[in-house]
C-alpha cells in the first residue's frame, strides 16, 4: 500500500480553519494564508501564513513542508496593538504545537531588521490526512 | 538505512556538534522576512553537504579494523570540510529575493556570497 504526499491543498484544509482566528489579510484582502509558489502577495499588517514545500530532495530530514508564521508590520510604538498581535503570533504557536507532534521548529531573535518569525518544519503522518488520502 | 556491514561495539555515546558562530548563519541557512518586506531564500549549506556525502561508508572507509572512535572522528571532519565546501562553492541556481524569484531571466545566486566570516566561524565540538 503506497500512501500520496499529502498536496497542497490538504495542508490548507488543515491549517485554514486552525490558524484563521490569528491571521490578518494580505494587502489585497485575502485572508494572510498562501502556498508559494507563486510568491505571496504584499504583506498586510498583522500574522501571515506562508508555506512552501520543504528540501526533502536535498535532505535526510524528511520534513515536506514548511511554514512560516511572520508577524508583518506591527510596530512597537504601538503597545496596545503590538501586544494584541503577539498574543495572537503566541497562539498560533500553541495551535500548531498542538496539531502536529512531529515537527521541527525554527526560532529567530526579533531584531531591528528581522520581524517575529517563527517555522514549523512538518513531515504528515497519514492519520492526519486518512480522509483526503488515496491508496493504491 | 541497511547496514551492509557488521560495526564493532560503540564502547560509549559520542556526539559531534557543528555551530556557526556568525550572526547571519541562521538567515543565511534558514531564510528570512524582513521588515521592509524583503525576502532571503534559504541557503541549507548543511543539508546540502549531508545530502550528498554518503556518512556511513565515509564512517567505514576511515575504519580500519581498529577505533570506532577514531573513525567517527575522521567522518566528523571530513564532514566538516563537505559544509565548507558547499558554503564556497555550491551553485543554489536561485533567483533574487521577492517578485524577482519567480521571474525567467533575472540574475541568480551561484553561491554564498561571504567574506569568510561565516564560513570561519564553525565551531566543532565533540561531546562523550
Known amino acids: 500500500m503506497s500512501e500520496q504526499i499529502p498536496e497542497s491543498l490538504d495542508l490548507m484544509a488543515i491549517l485554514r480553519p486552525l490558524l484563521t482566528p490569528y491571521l490578518t489579510t494580505f494587502e ?14 504584499k504583506a498586510g499588517s498583522g500574522l501571515h501564513c506562508i508555506i512552501q514545500r520543504h528540501y526533502v530532495a536535498l535532505s535526510n530530514t524528511a520534513y515536506q513542508w ?13 503597545p496596545v496593538l503590538y501586544e494584541a498581535n503577539l498574543k495572537k503570533f503566541n497562539q498560533a504557536i500553541a495551535a500548531m504545537r498542538s496539531k502536529f507532534p512531529k515537527r521541527r521548529e525554527i526560532r529567530r531573535p526579533f531584531t531591528e531588521d528581522l520581524p ?13 490526512l486518512k480522509p483526503m488520502l488515496i491508496y493504491s | 538505512m541497511k547496514l551492509t556491514w557488521n560495526p564493532p561495539p560503540i564502547p560509549r555515546q559520542i556526539v559531534a556538534r557543528y555551530t556557526y558562530h556568525a550572526d ?14 524583503s525576502r532571503g531564500m534559504a541557503r541549507p549549506w548543511t543539508d546540502v553537504a549531508i545530502a550528498e ?45 521577492t517578485e524577482k524569484q519567480y521571474r525567467p531571466g533575472m540574475p541568480t545566486w551561484q553561491t554564498i556570497t561571504d567574506s569568510g566570516e561565516l564560513r570561519d566561524s564553525l565551531e566543532v565540538t565533540i561531546h562523550e
Open chain 1, 116 to 128: 517575529p518569525q517563527f517555522r514549523f518544519l512538518l513531515w504528515l503522518e497519514a492519520t492526519y
Open chain 1, 28 to 41: 489585497d484582502g485575502r485572508l494572510a494564508i498562501w502556498v508559494e509558489p507563486p510568491i505571496a502577495p
Open chain 2, 53 to 97: 556525502n554518503d556518512l556511513p561508508l565515509l564512517l567505514l572507509r576511515a575504519y580500519s579494523g581498529g577505533d570506532i572512535r577514531a573513525a567517527f572522528l575522521v567522518m566528523v571532519f571530513q564532514l566538516a570540510d563537505a559544509f565548507t565546501e558547499i558554503l564556497d562553492s555550491y551553485d543554489w541556481g536561485v533567483t533574487g529575493s
Open chain 2, 24 to 37: 547571519y548563519a541562521a538567515e543565511v541557512h534558514e531564510g528570512a522576512y524582513y521588515l521592509n518586506g
Open chain 1, 66 to 78: 514548511q511554514v512560516d508564521l511572520v508577524l508583518h508590520g506591527v510596530q512597537a510604538d504601538d
